[in-house]
């Protein structure tokens, strides 16, 4: 089991930045593949970014490459979410999730193990 808490949201004006955090508790953090999904009002939960549990692979949804960097400390057990050039449309809530599959980690399907959410608003 592993228990995550995400930080660092809030409110930004357009084209600053954000990073997020997510720091998980539990056994091994290495051998879960970490995700990061956001939640518009009225919109379905979607994909933004994940990474897998080495760090060696690293997958973007094309709205948020070149702009979302995710990364993994699996010394602190967080994976933090960069956010740069920030666009009214990312606003949401971001969850970060966990999965000790191996592929199919862009789906949401796949994931065990959710954070609560913290809010980022990006104001125009």
């Known amino acids: 089991q592993v228990q995550l808490v995400e930080s660092g949201g809030g409110l930004v004006q357009a084209g600053e930045s954000l990073r997020l955090s997510c720091a998980a508790s539990?056994?091994?953090?290495?051998?879960?593949?970490m995700g990061w999904f956001r939640q518009a009002p009225g919109k379905e939960r979607e994909f933004v970014l994940a990474?897998?549990?080495?760090?060696?692979?690293?997958y973007y949804a094309d709205s948020v490459k070149g702009r979302f960097t995710i990364s993994r400390d699996n010394a602190q057990n967080t994976v933090y979410l960069q956010m740069n050039s920030l666009k009214p449309e990312d606003t949401a809530v971001y969850y970060c999730?966990?999965?000790?599959?191996?592929?199919?980690?862009?789906?949401?399907?796949?994931?065990?193990?959710w954070g609560q959410g913290t809010q980022v608003t990006v104001s125009s």
């Open positions: 999730a966990a999965t000790t599959k191996t592929n199919l980690i862009m789906s949401i399907y796949t994931y065990d193990y």
């Open positions: 539990g056994r091994t953090f290495s051998s879960y593949a």
């Open positions: 990474i897998s549990r080495s760090g060696g692979s690293t």
